[in-house]
């Protein structure tokens, strides 16, 4: 069983930068792809960035070239660094961990962390 635990997450003003973390435990952390997904009110969860073991990334169109997803396997952590924040970003971020390198299907699921930013 793997636990993930979101931080990071606040308020900000539009234009700014806040950068989310996800520590993992109780796994090999190594093992898992590892991706970030939000839901905002009103509306579904939906895909935000993905990294797998490979390293390589995956991002969604709305956030790329402003989020920036990695990992430290020494530190079982994954991190969302998000620049040039918009009020459209606001919404609950949640962590995920899945064996599957697509994240099709997340196996485990942080709790979130709330992202609010300011016009």
């Known amino acids: 069983q793997v636990q993930l635990v979101e931080s990071g997450g606040g308020l900000v003003q539009a234009g700014g930068s806040l950068r989310l973390s996800c520590a993992a435990s109780?796994?090999?952390?190594?093992?898992?792809?590892m991706g970030w997904f939000r839901q905002a009110p009103g509306k579904e969860r939906e895909f935000v960035a993905a990294?797998?073991?490979?390293?390589?990334?995956y991002y969604a169109d709305s956030v790329k070239g402003r989020f920036t997803i990695s990992r430290d396997n020494a530190k079982n952590t994954v991190y969302l660094q998000m620049n040039s924040l918009k009020p459209e970003d606001t919404a609950v971020y949640y962590c995920?961990?899945?064996?599957?390198?697509?994240?099709?299907?997340?196996?485990?699921w942080g709790q979130g962390t709330q992202v609010t930013v300011s016009s």
């Open positions: 995920a961990a899945a064996l599957d390198p697509y994240m099709q299907v997340a196996d485990y």
């Open positions: 990294i797998r073991r490979s390293g390589k990334t």
């Open positions: 109780g796994g090999t952390f190594s093992r898992y792809a």
